[in-house]
Nanobody, 116 residues
Framework: VQLQASGGGLVQAGGSLRLSCAAS?????????MAWYRQAPGKERDLVARIGFTGDTNYEDSVKGRFTISRDSARKTVYLQMNDLKPEDTGVYYC??????????WGGGTQVTVSS
């Protein structure tokens, strides 16, 4: 599975960005769970939002009410709509893909920088 993430950039606090991650390849099936992780400078990679096999979603507490994760009808592209961005949202955002047999894959990451 190949994951192509895009949509990062530089934005002022209070602004919005929409990240996309497209899964491709023979092993990229529609039965999956996909997620976005964030790695801030000098910190570990942490879960930001996840959409599960049945469409259930969960979010890291600091982004609840501001971020929304969704996917397209083919279930191979996941989006992260980020509103009311804060400087602490800055980091590299990585897309993650988990298939039904437990194999997981990481995308290359996209940089999000929020200026105050």
């Amino acid at each position: 599975v190949q994951l192509q993430a895009s949509g990062g950039g530089l934005v002022q606090a209070g602004g919005s960005l929409r990240l996309s991650c497209a899964a491709s390849g023979r092993s990229a099936t529609a039965v999956n769970a996909m997620a976005w992780y964030r790695q801030a400078p000098g910190k570990e990679r942490d879960l930001v939002a996840r959409i599960g096999f049945t469409g259930d979603t969960n979010y890291e507490d600091s982004v609840k009410g501001r971020f929304t994760i969704s996917r397209d009808s083919a279930r191979k592209t996941v989006y992260l709509q980020m509103n009311d961005l804060k400087p602490e949202d800055t980091g590299v955002y990585y897309c993650h893909y988990l298939n039904r047999v437990g194999l997981n894959y990481w995308g290359g990451g996209t940089q999000v920088t929020v200026s105050s």
